[in-house]
């Protein structure tokens, strides 16, 4: 099977790839550069070159992983999460045969959760409340629409938080690990009480491959541990895995104006259906971290 990874030079892109080499799939990409012939230089906004891109490769199944999730600039987001998804669905129309996709939406869909309605599972309603996971919601939208009319076969997947060596810096993990690596005495956080839902990244491509490898058209799976972490405990968690104390400050300036205070997942759909099972613990993937 031939399978198109857009954003595979991403975090979980890279994993991804690496995961269905080894298990012998005829893994392609498309990404913004290109490090080798089986991955097109294509910016997901340019349709124009997206359609041309996916003629070239002509893919069975595609795993649209490609977005950003840190920018000033709104409207880019829009660009590229709904955008770009846009773009995509109607370059599969140009192919000889519609693809399968699997869409990579976000646990930030929806949005501020009461304690008691967690953990989320795949029916609570849609309600995203900042503009990365309206970007989301919406192409979840697109897809839904492409599939009534087209009959484009797809699964949708809700990633919640989730880490793993090679994450870029400016995500709160990667920020909290560099700074123990260079053994600095203090670090600026923003909101450290917000309890997150933390994966490892191998856990979730695991889940990736085993939804394109047991696809069920229509289907919506959380992937999420089901535990929630505040960051001052993975801070706490890491002091004891480094034997380094570092002060934590809480800056002001890195406080988000529509932070949502606890979010955290109900996988059991995914675990029941497909036997998606994580074989990594937060502990062991902070010091992964710290090794890498």
Not at 132 to 142: F, I, L, M, N, Q
Not at 233 to 239: A, F, P, S
């Amino acid at each position: 099977m031939k399978i198109l990874i857009t954003g595979i030079h991403g975090f979980a892109g890279t994993y991804l790839a690496k995961e269905l080499r080894r298990d012998g799939y005829d893994v392609w990409g498309i990404d913004k550069a290109s490090k080798d012939h089986t991955t097109l230089a294509i910016d997901i906004c340019d349709s124009k070159s997206l359609t041309t891109g996916l003629q070239i490769i002509n893919p069975d199944f595609v795993a649209h992983l490609a977005g950003i999730a840190h920018v000033e600039d709104t409207s880019l987001m829009y660009d590229i999460n709904t955008g770009g998804t846009r773009n995509l669905l109607n370059a599969c129309l140009h192919l000889s045969h519609l693809p399968r996709l699997l869409f990579i939406s976000s646990s930030l869909i929806y949005g501020n959760v009461a304690q008691e309605n967690q953990p989320i599972d795949e029916k609570f309603p849609v309600n995203p409340v900042n503009h990365y996971g309206d970007s989301k919601a919406r192409a979840e939208r697109e897809v839904n629409a492409f599939s009534e009319k087209y009959n484009l076969e797809y699964v949708i997947a809700r990633p919640f938080n989730h880490t793993g060596p090679g994450q870029r810096i400016e995500f709160v993990i990667p920020k909290i690990i560099a700074a123990f690596k260079q053994r600095k005495p203090s670090i600026d956080l923003g909101n450290t009480h917000a309890i997150r839902d933390f994966s490892d990244v191998r856990d979730v491509v695991g889940a990736y491959k085993l939804i394109i490898e047991n696809f069920k058209n229509g289907e919506t799976y959380n992937i999420a541990s089901g535990k929630g972490y505040s960051i001052s405990e993975l801070v706490e968690e890491t002091i004891k895995l480094a034997g380094h104390h570092m002060q934590i400050t809480q800056a002001e300036y890195l406080m988000r104006t529509d932070e949502i205070e606890v979010l955290v997942g109900n996988a059991s759909k995914i675990r029941r259906e497909l036997g998606w099972e994580p074989k990594y613990g937060m502990a062991e993937t902070l010091r992964s971290m710290l090794e890498a």
